[in-house]
C-alpha cells in the first residue's frame, strides 16, 4: 500500500497519505511536547493521591507526576511518595502526556530516548522487541545483537523500522542515542532549575523517525532546504545510498502546501461530529472529558437486498472508517462505539475481526475491552499527544461549548445573532423547543 507523506516544516505540521486519505496529523506545538525532558523542582508532594507537583518552568501549572512513573527513584526504595520525594527536590523528568484544559502536563521519570531503530532506556532493564517483527530468525538476530550491544545498567527497545536492518546501522544508532543522553546529563549538571534539557527540534527528523516506510513513495516538503535535509536523512538511514523508489518532492505550487494537498480541508472535516460512509450511511462521534461515543447509522443506505446484509455492510464500512479517525483526531481514553445492532452472535464476531483488524495499523495500540450485552463495543488507546479538537478547536463564544443556548421560559426567544450563531439545524431549550433538521431531509431514527 503506497503512502505519501505532506511535511508543512514552517507550520510544525505533517499529514500521512494512503489511498488518496489522510491517515495519520504529526503536528508539533505547545509549550510541552511529548519526549520533552525537564529539569525540575518538586513544588508539593500529596500523600492522599500518590503524586507530586513539579515546576518545569510554566508559571501557570505544574506538572504531575505518579508514584507509579518515578522510574529510578522508585527502583531505589520502597515507601509512601512522601518518603520518596521531598518539597524542592531536583528530579530529572519527562512529559509522557501534553497538558489539556485545566491540567499540566504527566510527567515520568523513566526517561526513553527513541531513534530510528532503537529506544534507549537510561533507567530501563532488559531487551524488548516490537511485536511488529513476526519473523521469528529476524527476531532471534535483533535480540542476540541487542543484548551484545546493551550499555550496563540500561534497556533497550528494537523498533519495527531495524527489522532487515545492518547491524552497523543500529549501532550507529545506539551511538548517537547514548550521546543524546550524556549531552542531557552534563546540562542537567550545569543548569539551574527548572529548565528545558531536550526536545525534538528538528521537525523533519521527528516526521520522517516516526512514518517513515518502505511503502512511502513520494514525499513533498514545503522548502528547498527542507528537500535538502529530507535526503540526507534517508541517506544516512540507508548506509549512505539515496533510497530506492521514494520520489522526495519541493512544492513549487501556488499557495499553502497545506490548501493544496487539502490537509486544511480534511482537518476542518475532522472537527465536525459527522463523518459520512461511501454507502450512504455514517457515524457520529462526541468527545467529552471522560471518554468518547461513536454512533453508527445506516442513514439512506439502500444498496443490500435485505436488513441483514444492510445492517452488516454499514457496520464493517463504520469500522473501518473509525479506526482511520481515531488516529486523524487521535483521540485517547475510553472509547464506546453504539454499532448498528445485529441479530446473530456470528455477525458480532465477524464485525468485531473486521475492526480489530483495521485497528492494528495504530500505533498507539487500542485495545477492545468488551462487546457488551446492550451491543456496544468498549475499547481504550493511549494518549500520544493532544488530540485535534485542542490543537485546532476553540470554544464556541456564544454558548462556551455546550453546543446550544438556553432560553428559559419567558425570557424571550434571543437575538437573531444568537440564532446565527447556532445554525438553522441547533437545538433551542424552552417552551417553544423543536428540532430543526436540514432543509429536504426528515428527522432519521437509529436503525
Keep these: 500500500m503506497s503512502k505519501q507523506i505532506i511535511i508543512a516544516e514552517q507550520h510544525r505540521i505533517a499529514a500521512v497519505f494512503s489511498e488518496d486519505q489522510i491517515q495519520e496529523l504529526v503536528v508539533a ?38 508514584v507509579s ?13 512522601t518518603e520518596l520525594l521531598a518539597p524542592q527536590q531536583k528530579v530529572l523528568v519527562q512529559v509522557m502526556k501534553e497538558p ?26 532488559g531487551v524488548n522487541l516490537s511485536r511488529r517483527i513476526r519473523n521469528e530468525n529476524e527476531r532471534n538476530r535483533l535480540r542476540a545483537l541487542a543484548i551484545l550491544i546493551k550499555p550496563a545498567g540500561m534497556g533497550l527497545v528494537v523498533r519495527t523500522e531495524a527489522e532487515g536492518m545492518a ?26 532549575a527548572p529548565a528545558l534539557l531536550n526536545r525534538d527540534d528538528d521537525f523533519i527528523q521527528r516526521v520522517l523517525r ?32 539515496a533510497p530506492q523508489g521514494v520520489l522526495v518532492d519541493h512544492h513549487k505550487e501556488r499557495g499553502s502546501v497545506l490548501e493544496y494537498f487539502r490537509v486544511n480541508a480534511a482537518i476542518r472535516e475532522a472537527l465536525k461530529p459527522r463523518v459520512d460512509l461511501p454507502s450512504g450511511g455514517y457515524i457520529i462521534i462526541e468527545t467529552t472529558e471522560a471518554l468518547t461515543v461513536v454512533d453508527v447509522n445506516s442513514g439512506s443506505f439502500t444498496r443490500s437486498a435485505t436488513a441483514r ?26 472509547i464506546i462505539v453504539d454499532f448498528i445492532d445485529m441479530d446473530t452472535r456470528r455477525d458480532q464476531l465477524q464485525l468485531l475481526e473486521h475492526f ?3 485497528l492494528k495499523t495504530d500505533k498507539s ?41 438556553v432560553h428559559l421560559p419567558g425570557s424571550g426567544h434571543g437575538s437573531e445573532s444568537d440564532r446565527d450563531s447556532l445554525g438553522s439545524d441547533a437545538f433551542e431549550s424552552g417552551s417553544d423547543a423543536e428540532f430543526r433538521a436540514p432543509e429536504g431531509e426528515p428527522p432519521e431514527r437509529k436503525q
Design 29 to 66: 506545538k505547545g509549550s510541552h511536547q511529548i519526549s520533552d525532558i525537564y529539569y525540575g523542582i518538586v513544588e508539593n508532594v500529596l500523600p492522599g493521591i500518590d503524586a507530586a507537583f513539579v515546576n518545569i518552568g510554566d508559571s501557570e501549572r505544574n506538572g504531575f507526576i505518579h
Design 69 to 81: 512513573d518515578l522510574g529510578p527513584l522508585r527502583l531505589k526504595r520502597t515507601g509512601a511518595i
Design 100 to 125: 489539556t484544559g485545566n491540567k499540566g502536563p504527566r510527567l515520568t521519570g523513566d526517561i526513553s530516548l527513541p531513534g530510528r531503530y532503537l529506544v534507549l532506556m537510561p533507567y530501563g532493564r
Design 167 to 192: 547491524e552497523e546501522a543500529i549501532i550507529e544508532d545506539l551511538e548517537t542515542l547514548q550521546r543524546q543522553w550524556e549531552n542531557i546529563l552534563q546540562e542537567a549538571s550545569s543548569t539551574r
Design 210 to 241: 516516526d512514518t517513515y516506510n518502505a511503502d512511502v513513495n513520494r514525499i513533498v516538503v514545503d522548502s528547498s532546504t527542507g528537500v535538502r535535509r529530507v535526503k540526507q536523512h534517508l541517506m544516512s538511514w540507508s548506509g549512505g545510498k
Design 309 to 334: 446484509e444492510t445492517v452488516l455492510w454499514t457496520n464493517f464500512e463504520a469500522a473501518t472508517e473509525i479506526a482511520r479517525q481515531l488516529r486523524l483526531r487521535n483521540v485517547a481514553g475510553v
Design 356 to 358: 480489530n483488524k483495521a
Design 365 to 405: 495500540r487500542p485495545q477492545i475491552a468488551q462487546l457488551t450485552e446492550l451491543g456496544l463495543v468498549e475499547l481504550t488507546r493511549k494518549r500520544q499527544g493532544q488530540n485535534i479538537y485542542e490543537l485546532f478547536g476553540r470554544t464556541c463564544p456564544a454558548c462556551n461549548g455546550l453546543g446550544h443556548l
